[in-house]
């Protein structure tokens, strides 16, 4: 499939990006080149292949869930720029 330099320019304009004319030459082959690909995938037999989420046999791979100890609201406020005896202060945003 070709994808024309008009093409990469309606796609630049969606996502606000702006190319210069090199650019989207180069662009367009590269997309092109990148379609074709998918084709050549759509292409393959998958019948009988059952559906992957990872080609790995992982699973579940997380660690242990353990407790732990926690800091203390003083650790916690120890490093801050700008607090109060409970909480963070932070800059009024909406007035």
């Not at 992982?58 to 109060?84: G, H, K, S």
């Not at 005896?85 to 007035?95: C, G, K």
């Amino acid at each position: 499939m070709s994808v024309s330099v008009e093409e990469v320019r309606y796609i630049a304009r969606l996502a606000r990006l702006r190319f210069s004319e090199e650019e989207e030459r180069r662009l367009a082959v590269e997309m092109s080149a990148i379609l074709d690909y998918m084709d050549q995938l759509t292409a393959l037999d998958t019948e009988g292949v059952p559906p992957m989420s990872h080609v790995l046999d992982l699973y579940n791979v997380e660690r242990e869930d353990r407790a732990e100890t926690r800091i203390t609201r003083e650790e916690a406020l120890r490093n801050a720029p700008d607090a109060t005896a409970e909480f963070f202060r932070v800059p009024r945003v909406i007035e």
